[in-house]
């Protein structure tokens, strides 16, 4: 078992930056690939980023690739999200989730989920 708690969303002008936090519990989230999505008012979940357990990994959607970076401290038990050049359009609330395997883009594959941190990006 796995618990995920995000912090650091917040508002921002567009072209400012953010940084993402998720804290886990449990002895065993070393063992998991972590991923981050987002969703917008009216849409759907969707994939932005993920790591591979040792954190030798990263794999990201075309949106946010060259501007976001994912990284983790297993130490820490803590995956993190730096956000740049924000958008209007980067405007979600993000969810930092667990899987078992990597890399997986689908929401399906991913066992244990955060309650979400919102951002907002103004123009």
């Known amino acids: 078992q796995v618990q995920l708690v995000e912090s650091g969303g917040g508002l921002v002008q567009a072209g400012g930056s953010l940084r993402l936090s998720c804290a886990a519990s449990?002895?065993?989230?070393?063992?998991?690939?972590m991923g981050w999505f987002r969703q917008a008012p009216g849409k759907e979940r969707e994939f932005v980023t993920t790591?591979?357990?040792?954190?030798?990994?990263?794999y990201y959607a075309d949106s946010v690739k060259g501007r976001f970076t994912i990284s983790r401290d297993n130490a820490k038990n803590s995956v993190y999200l730096q956000m740049n050049s924000l958008k209007p359009e980067d405007t979600a609330v993000y969810y930092c989730?667990?899987?078992?395997?990597?890399?997986?883009?689908?929401?399906?594959?991913?066992?244990?989920w955060g309650q979400g941190t919102q951002v907002t990006v103004s123009s």
């Open positions: 989730a667990a899987a078992r395997r990597y890399p997986v883009t689908l929401v399906s594959a991913y066992d244990y």
């Open positions: 449990g002895r065993t989230f070393s063992s998991y690939a």
């Open positions: 790591i591979t357990w040792s954190g030798g990994n990263t």
